[in-house]
């Protein structure tokens, strides 16, 4: 767009006039709408409106505008700006409990916090050298500094369609919608699929930020469990019995945050069932997916879909280590043409109330899917196996505790037996003195909806793992008293 001496702008792409406020000199915008004015009538243009339907000519409007006496009288006398109830509705758990403790460590003993999940923190687990040779091509292309499309650019969208196609889920670049990390893909899948007054399945344990979204939109979170002593497989009874009219969306989260299970091919075909047979679709959160220990296999959940459409939402962060760069993507599983245009159009409509994924990773995608090598990938889920094998080991024979071996992801859930524990009132009260004591902090399940546990994240190094868990073991054994029979039998 360029000026010209009267300091009237050129638009570049037509050369028509752009007034000085961005109006061109026949009275309409540079996207071709026409203006109203001050009483609200358009603007007509060779008697049509920025519509394109026939109108009347331009209106000319007095530039005195008999004043509202009873407006003034009511205007406001002081200033009353008050939050949405949008943002009161607003409560990440986390958050929320973190904020409530009261952390002090130990200062006699460094902090080892197995609370984040995120796997950059130690710098022990860099990405691959071949995924910043990538952003630094993109970068230095000079191709990628501009707005892509709100759903991402074309050859990055082809790029996530090839990479994730299967002969029972085949996918087009139509079939992917590009977004800021897998946390804004669910909130788009979640708004496209639900209105106030709805309700959704989430797991529990799981993932507080489905809880943070759907309430924050009016939409009811009814948790179906999971059940430990089965590897975290879902109670199906439980879950089908929740399910009523209002209910808009099934979330299943394989492999598991904050549980680390992953769902056999026969478990998630009987997932499938419950919702084929109540009509609820699904949002797949796989973010960790193929992130799984060599003695199990992950299964997408789509291909094994006969009629369920499916919402699989994904990214870079956790299995390419790069939490940061922001790249997220939906992909849209719908063989039966359930959703039809309808939930396609309301996701891209979604997408463009943001411009859409970092534009810079967008143009490294294709090269850091098709390039990173398969040793990366192995040995990051080796050292996450080991690490997932010493603390199971190390607290499987401390007394109270009760850990469930992971088969994915990063994280691995310890059961607390509050009763032998009984200075603490619950799993919050717990983590907080072990940070005032051993300087450890675990997360208090009570964040995933499910007291008496902790999650611990297993990306630390090994050696303040295994440090990590010998404070534990000295915290527990400590505080650890036995129950009154118990004594009794010690006793005799």
Not at 123 to 148: C, R, W
Not at 304 to 328: E, Q
Request: hydrophobic share 40%; glycine share 8%; net charge negative.
């Amino acid at each position: 767009m360029n000026g010209n001496s009267n300091g009237i702008q050129k638009d570049a792409l037509n050369g028509k006039d752009i007034g000085r406020n961005g109006i061109s000199e026949n009275g309409v915008d540079r996207n071709g709408v026409s203006k109203k004015g001050v009483n609200g009538n358009s603007f007509s243009v060779n008697g049509f409106d920025g519509n394109g339907f026939k109108g009347i000519s331009v209106h000319h409007v007095s530039a005195c505008v008999p004043v509202n006496v009873a407006k003034l009288k009511a205007r406001r006398q002081r200033w009353n700006v008050r939050a949405s109830e949008m943002s009161k509705n607003t409560l990440n758990p986390i958050r929320a409990i973190v904020d409530g403790m009261k952390l002090t460590p130990n200062p006699e003993k460094p902090m080892i916090a197995l609370s984040i999940g995120d796997p950059t923190v130690f710098g022990n687990l860099p990405t691959d050298e071949s995924v910043l040779q990538a952003m630094k091509d993109a970068i230095d292309s000079h191709k990628f500094n501009g707005y892509a499309p709100s759903v991402g650019y074309l050859q990055s969208r082809e790029a996530v369609a090839n990479f994730y196609s299967q002969p029972g889920a085949p996918l087009e670049a139509k079939d992917v919608i590009l977004t800021s990390g897998c946390s804004q893909a669910i909130e788009l899948a979640i708004s496209a699929l639900c209105n106030p007054g709805d309700n959704i399945l989430v797991p529990c344990p799981g993932f507080s930020l489905y809880k943070t979204l759907a309430v924050s939109m009016g939409v009811q979170v009814k948790f179906y469990n999971l059940l430990p002593e089965k590897s975290w497989e879902v109670d199906l009874q439980h879950l089908e019995s929740l399910i009523d009219d209002r209910t808009t969306c099934l979330i299943v989260n394989n492999p598991s945050n904050p549980c680390g299970s992953v769902f056999t091919k026969e478990h998630l075909r009987n997932i499938l069932a419950v919702a084929s047979r109540h009509c609820i679709p699904i949002l797949a959160d796989e973010i960790y997916g193929d992130m799984v220990f060599p003695s199990c296999e992950f299964h997408s959940l789509a291909p094994l879909s006969s009629d369920v459409p499916i919402l699989s939402c994904g990214g870079l962060a956790k299995r390419w280590l790069v939490p940061g760069w922001r790249m997220g993507w939906i992909l849209i599983h719908d063989r039966n043409d359930i959703f039809g245009s309808e939930i396609r159009e309301a996701l891209v409509k979604l997408s463009q109330r943001i411009l859409g994924a970092c534009t810079v990773v967008q143009g490294a995608l294709e090269s850091i899917l098709n390039n990173t090598p398969a040793e990366f990938y192995q040995s990051t889920i080796s050292f996450l196996k080991s690490n997932s094998e010493i603390c199971f080991s190390e607290l499987s024979t401390v007394p109270g505790l009760n850990p469930v071996m992971p088969s994915g992801a990063m994280y691995l859930m310890v059961g607390i037996e509050m009763e032998h524990f009984p200075e603490f009132q619950n799993d919050v009260d717990f983590t907080e003195r072990l940070v005032t004591e051993q300087s450890v902090f675990c997360l208090p399940a009570m964040a995933f909806e499910y007291p008496n546990f902790f999650r611990i994240v297993v990306t630390v190094p090994e050696e303040m793992m295994v440090e990590a868990c010998g404070r534990i073991r000295e915290f527990c054994v400590r505080h650890y008293r036995p129950l009154s029979q118990e004594s009794n039998d010690l006793d005799q």
